[in-house]
């Protein structure tokens, strides 16, 4: 299909038009519950997923979800699949606990329908993971990458994708452990493979490089930090656009390194550019522009600017007010 072809190649908009123009035609001649509509239903909100529009890919997903499970049953590798994407949607939005809850759905299927060293069930297992990660249970997070990465160089190979996508990802715990020389050395393993296996422009290559930027950051080389990032941002812009979740991570994190040498100015343009693009791709509750305001306070408060500090802290307050 056409449509799979612009989305891999990252031509969203193009993908989208052939997707509407197929479903429409599975709907007339097929009706709206055959597999070929569903799979369509399914491709689309794998494009919202992947433009960050996380609320909408929900509403898609959930549509091929309960059509799937009439189909094909809860166990099908396919309603399954649905249920993994549903989980890292609800990840990626901050709701870590219910990430887990249809991660752990996801495994037991998976594990049931394809056995417990099937690729797909890595992948699950991985980023169970990666939501102990978020959530800073970094011990646990471990156990459950060491256990992905075990299978996928078994499964996969040392250079597989996958298997870096788990290499970096323990490398972001030894990062957040503070332990700064471990992370290097597994970031550096990561990319040298990413950009072996991917591309120096894929997403998973950029998101090491962001990583090695945050590393550097937290070490207080803020001068080679910035050059990562800038990498990072660069790559990022002109593979997922300026207001992708990963972009705007980067451009919030250059904003920490101006805020830390003292360039507030500067710093207080990166935020505000990180702010209103969380709002607009993430909604004001999501923790990523939660902490972007918080920092807006504290760079307030150091600019001696109390006014415009007491103006987003009330703020604040009441977003968590009315998100509660």
């Known amino acids: 299909m056409l449509g799979d072809i612009f989305r891999r ?4 908009e193009q993908a989208m038009e052939w997707y509407e123009r197929a479903l429409a035609g599975y709907e007339n001649t097929l009706g709206v519950d055959h597999l070929d509509t569903l799979d369509t239903v399914h491709n689309m909100a794998s494009v919202f997923h992947t433009q960050g529009q996380y609320r909408k890919a929900l509403e898609w997903y959930e549509r091929v979800l309960a ?42 299927g998976r594990e049931k329908a394809l056995g417990a060293d099937d690729p797909s069930t890595l992948n699950t297992v991985n980023n169970m993971a990666v939501t102990f990660d978020e959530q800073g249970q970094y011990g646990k997070a471990l156990e459950w990458y060491e256990r992905a990465l075990a299978g996928y160089e078994k499964a996969l190979g ?5 298997t870096l996508d788990t ?42 490089v962001n990583n090695m930027a945050v590393t550097f950051d937290n070490q207080g080389q803020y001068g080679k930090a910035l050059e990562w990032y800038e990498r990072a941002l660069a790559g990022r812009e002109k593979a997922l656009g300026v207001d992708h979740p990963s972009t705007l991570d980067t451009v919030h994190n250059m904003a920490f ?22 709002e607009k791709a993430l909604g004001l509750h999501h923790p990523r522009t939660q902490n972007t ?32």
Not at 184 to 206: F, I, M, N
Not at 299 to 315: I, P
């Open 9 to 12: 190649h990252g031509q969203y």
């Open 67 to 108: 059509e799937r499970e009439k189909a094909l049953g809860v166990d099908h590798p396919d309603t399954v699949h649905t249920v993994h994407r549903m989980a890292l949607v609800f990840g990626q939005q901050g709701q870590y606990e219910k990430a887990l809850e249809w991660y752990e759905r996801a495994l037991a």
């Open 158 to 162: 040392v250079d597989h994708p996958s």
């Open 167 to 208: 290499v970096h990802n323990m490398a972001l715990i030894f990062k957040n452990q503070g332990q700064y020389e471990k992370a290097l050395e597994w970031y550096e393993r990561a990319l040298a493979g990413c950009e072996k296996a991917l591309g120096v422009d894929h997403p998973s290559t950029l998101a090491t």
């Open 257 to 278: 390194i101006f805020d830390n040498q003292g360039q507030y100015e500067k710093a207080l343009e990166w935020y505000e550019r990180a702010l209103a693009g969380y």
């Open 293 to 324: 305001l918080h920092c807006l306070v504290d760079l307030y408060e150091s600019m001696g600017q109390t006014d415009q500090a007491q103006s987003l802290q009330a703020r604040l307050h009441a977003s968590k007010s009315s998100h509660n």
